[in-house]
Every structure is written in C-alpha cells, then in structure tokens.
C-alpha cells in the first residue's frame, strides 16, 4: 500500500486537538485513515525551554548548563524542572482523560529525571582531569532535544488511541539504548514490523544516530528525519503542514485579497526560499527527497481539504513570477585600491565569515570592492571587522544595515524582472541602492534600506504578479 509521510511544526503542534478531528480524522473511514506515518516536533515553546530561545537568545537548560549555570532559582536545574512544568500542563490542556494525564505525567517524570541524572553524573565525571565538558556538550545538546519530541510524540499517541485510532509512538530518541545506528538504520530497525495498513505511526522530529544530527542542521533536525523516513519507506509524497499557505508574498504587506497560493512549484523555488529564511524545507532535507524521487506538498494544516502546493522536479509550464518575499540583512563592503589584480582577497574574507558562523546570501564584486550581503548581528559583524582589519590594514572595511526583496520564479525568463522591478520600485518613490539577477532565470534580487523593504515588496508584487501600479510611497 502506498503511504504518506506528514510533519506537523511546533506551533500545530498546540492545536493538535483540532489537528485530531480534522487533518487526521476528518470522517475518515479506516482505509483512509491509515496508511499515513505522522512526524511530530515538540509542543510550542518547549525546544525554546531545553535549549535557548530561538529568537531572542535567551537561555534554556542546555545554554546554562553549558555555561556552568547552577544557581539556586535560575540554574540549569531549576530550567529544566520548568520544562516539566511545561510539559505537565501540555498533557492538561491536551488530554482530555485523567487515566492518559497520569501516563503522560510519568512519561515526563522518567524523562525529567532521567536527563537530570545524566547531566548530574556528567558533570562529576568532568571533574577528573581525564573528561571535559566542552568535548560532551554536543551530546547534551541532542539530548535534550530529543526529550520534547518525544513527549508530544508519546502524548500524541495517547491522544490517537482514545479517539480509536490504532496510534503507534515511535521513539528515535535513542533513550537508554546503546546507540551506535546510523539515520538510516534507526529509522528501519524502529518501523521494523509497523503495519502501515492498519497502524498509524507517529514519530518523534529528533532522532540519535552516529552522524549527530545536530552538528550539522541544529534546529532543523526533524525536517532532516522527516525526509529520510519519507525517502527511507518510498512514500508517495511527504507532506508539511504549516499554519499557512505558500502564497506569491505575505499577505500582510500585500493584502489578503492579492496574495496568490503558489498551488505547484520545484525544488529550485524551494532552495531560493530557504536562502533568504523562508524554508518551506531545510535544503539538504529538500535533496534528500529529490533524488528519492519523493514529491514534497506544502499545506495549511487547518485547511485540510485545501491540496495546497505541491513541490517536485517539473519545469514550469510558462514563464512566472511565483513569490516575491525579502528580509533584513548587512551590508558587509571591503574596499581595498590593491585588490586589482590579485587572487585571495576573496577566499581570505570568507575564511573570515565561515569562522564566525556568519551565513552568506548574497554578494557582489567589482575591481577594487567586494560586498557580501550577510544576515547576522551587528555584534558578529564586529568581530569580522577587527579580523578582516588584521588581514588587510590598509582596506577600508564597513558595514551598513541593508534589506534584500527577492523575486523569485521556476522560470523568470523574457519577464524583464529586473528592469520593471526596478522601474515598480521607483514609481513608488523608493531607491534600489543594488540589484542582480543570475543566468539560471530563478530570482532576481533588490537591495534597498532597511525602512523600504516592505512597500518595496507591495510595489514588486503589484507589478510583477497582480499587473497594477505601485502607489506612490513617497515624493521621489
């Protein structure tokens, strides 16, 4: 029987209530009720709890214990006794029976303390000159991950089962198991003998394995299992459900009424949406399931009878716009007179930027000047600076807060894009201090100030998209 892979996000994930009687219920008979493996990340807030949070820093368990953080109050112990208390009231505000709310209760205490232990006996150990800390963190870190995961998994489970569905929790979290599985092996040996035609799994978005997921995709671990699984089992399609539809820009900037569902896209769209922050999915998850040859479709999880958009390898049939989207970036300038001429300044200044974890968008270059378009804090910028200042003394090294639009499109070829991009942008009295577009015909890119991104993305948008004239933001 042929099978779906669906992954619902952290912020579905505390409606999942809703999520029951629709998506997966939805008046389903029991042919079409299973026959689909569900990928679940944490309840909302509660990775932001383990780790840090993820938007504004702020520290989590792992973040202070990282530090050394044992204060009475406020310490790593006290963090993560919060996260119980996190995880408590999910299971109150989800479970309706009082016989699932004391399972799950225990689910948490044995996980809770489970991992107190663990980072209490680490700890110890480190004190022996023979261990470091610094050498185990990255453990700690999946660690601790792995526990939201699994317990909305397991809560998710339990949830299922009393609404009569045959609910199965599957924990690749690696608890107490002695580890040592690739993804792939983890993956196989814990679907081992799940009956997909009459058993719905629901999976947990972390899985431990020998490769260290986090190492290399952080926070963007469970699209990274989500598409193995998906790839793994030969599933006819993997689904995300988010909260919103792919549409042609955010409606907020562009009216409810303007804003088009994209419907049908590839995985080159796909790509350029993660390069500016929009990820319908991690890139590398997105390779995965290409060369699967496993089709990726997108949908708002409250609007299940909605197909949303489907994303595979097609060409488009005509020449489109699809999205036009942006974010804030820096401007990161190194001028050097001496630079004509000379091979190195280049991968000099990327050393730089690759060793402080400072990722790239965009960037250009003429004799003298290279400028990469950057998205990181003006307080890693800095130290750039000072490095970049050490390589070259006599270079003129600036930094300045800039936006980027981006039209994007699977074939952007004979639209004139750049050209009446720029044109829409100045109709409506904004200045593009830069623009670019590439050979491959997939996006075309603006930069602008910071203050003139949004109206830049409505101009952009009522030009290339909805056909109108831009209104006029300002006196030219």
Avoid at 315 to 326: L, S
């Amino acid at each position: 029987m042929t099978h779906t892979v669906e992954k619902i996000g952290g912020t579905s994930m505390d409606r999942i209530h809703d999520l029951r009687d629709t998506l997966i219920l939805g008046g389903r008979g029991a042919e079409a009720l299973y026959g689909r493996v569900f990928v679940v990340s944490a309840f909302g807030g509660i990775t932001n709890l383990l780790l840090e949070h993820k938007k504004t820093g702020a520290p989590g368990v792992y973040a202070a214990y990282a530090r050394g953080d044992d204060a009475e109050g406020e310490g790593w112990e006290a963090r993560l006794t919060a996260v119980a208390n996190a995880m408590r009231a999910a299971n109150a505000r989800v479970l309706d029976e009082g016989e699932d709310r004391v399972k799950a209760d225990a689910f948490v205490d044995d996980r809770i303390q489970g991992a107190r232990t663990s980072l209490l006996n680490l700890r110890r150990l480190c004190r022996h000159g023979h261990f470091r800390l610094s050498e185990n963190l990255a453990h700690t870190r999946e660690l601790l991950a792995g526990l939201g995961e699994a317990h909305s998994a397991y809560v998710t489970t339990l949830l299922l089962q009393r609404a009569g569905v045959n609910a199965r929790f599957i924990d690749l979290s690696g608890w107490r198991d002695e580890g040592g599985l690739d993804l792939s092996d983890r993956i196989t040996s814990a679907l081992k003998g799940v009956d997909m035609s009459r058993e719905m799994p629901i999976v947990t978005g972390y899985a431990q394995c020998r490769e260290g997921l986090m190492n290399e995709f952080d926070r963007g671990y469970s699209e990274v299992t989500f598409s193995q699984l998906a790839a793994l089992t030969g599933a006819r399609e993997a689904i995300i459900h988010k909260e919103f539809h792919l549409s042609s820009a955010d409606p907020k900037l562009v009216g409810e009424g303007a804003a088009r569902k994209l419907g049908r896209t590839n995985y080159d769209v796909a790509d350029q949406l993660s390069n500016l922050g929009m990820e319908a999915i991690h890139p590398k998850a997105a390779k995965t399931l290409r060369q699967a040859e496993v089709p990726l479709r997108v949908t708002n999880a409250f609007e299940p009878e909605d197909p949303g958009t489907l994303i595979d390898d097609r060409p488009a049939e005509t020449a489109a716009v699809e999205i036009v989207t942006g974010l804030d970036l820096f401007a990161l300038e190194v001028f050097e007179q001496d630079m004509v001429g000379v091979k190195g300044y280049d991968a000099a200044i990327l050393e730089v930027l690759t060793r402080h974890g400072v990722r790239i968008v965009s960037k250009v270059s003429n004799a003298n000047t290279i400028t990469h378009y950057v998205d990181s804090s003006m307080k890693v910028l800095r130290r750039v600076e000072n490095d970049l200042a050490k390589l070259y003394p006599s270079a003129e090294i600036s930094t300045r807060a800039i936006s980027m639009a981006s039209v994007i499109g699977r074939d952007l070829s004979g639209l004139s894009v750049l050209t009446r991009g720029l044109q829409s942008i100045a109709e409506a009295g904004l200045e593009a201090i830069g623009a670019s577009q590439g050979p491959r015909n997939v996006d075309v890119q603006f930069i602008l100030d910071r203050e003139a991104l949004d109206p830049a993305i409505a101009a952009l948008h009522g030009a290339l998209v909805e056909g109108v004239a831009p209104p006029l933001v300002r006196a030219a």
